[in-house]
């Protein structure tokens, strides 16, 4: 059966200088930014620049993430990091669905119900600890209308 997880929906990398690096994404690869904003409740301001569309209908993006807050995960990550890589996210046409299949399969979710994420979506997180190291993002995107991806 085909993986419900259709495409690499971001990337998301952990800056302390949005501005500064979204200019050096810019000088150094020419990627332009496609959407920004602040998510209060993640504790971020965001830009996502857009690298390429995906055979679903949706696409792949770098998501550069500067904290707003000392307590955001983002901040909290840094402090012990730096600067670097801190999720991938998978996109999906069903974020509730996938997340609870994977649930099912020993693997903690960290929200009991989706969050908004970027550009309307709806989103989840698998805990690392039970992913090998790896903090992943479940993603249901919205179309411009504000419809859910199908
Ligand atoms: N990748 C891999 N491992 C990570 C990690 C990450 N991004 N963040 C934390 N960990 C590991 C830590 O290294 C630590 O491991 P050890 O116990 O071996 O030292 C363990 O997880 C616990 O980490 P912690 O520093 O004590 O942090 P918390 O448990 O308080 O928080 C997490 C970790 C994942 C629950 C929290 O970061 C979270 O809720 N993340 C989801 C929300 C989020 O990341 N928002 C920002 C992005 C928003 C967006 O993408 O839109
Ligand atoms: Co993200």
């Known amino acids: 059966m085909p993986s ?3 495409r690499i929906d971001h990337i998301g990398i952990a800056c302390h200088d949005l501005d500064e690096t979204v200019e050096f ?3 150094t690869y020419g990627f332009e930014v496609f ?3 602040v998510n209060e409740e993640q504790g971020v301001r965001e830009a996502m620049l857009k690298i390429n569309d995906t055979g679903d ?3 792949s993006y770098l998501q550069l993430l500067e904290p707003i807050r000392e307590d955001s995960a983002i901040a909290k990550w840094m402090a012990k990091n730096g600067e670097g890589v801190h ?3 998978f996109g999906t046409a069903d974020v509730v669905g996938v997340t609870a299949d994977i649930v099912g399969k020993g693997v903690r979710s960290l929200y009991e119900v989706p969050r908004r994420g970027s550009m309307g979506s709806t989103i989840n997180f698998l805990h690392p600890k039970d992913a090998h190291g790896v903090l992943v993002e479940l993603v249901q995107a919205t179309d411009s209308d504000g419809h ?3």
């Open 57 to 59: 209908g949706g696409a």
């Open 25 to 27: 994404y810019r000088a």
């Open 4 to 6: 419900p997880l259709t």
């Open 148 to 150: 859910a991806e199908h």
């Open 87 to 89: 999720h991938v996210a």
């Open 35 to 37: 959407h920004t904003e």
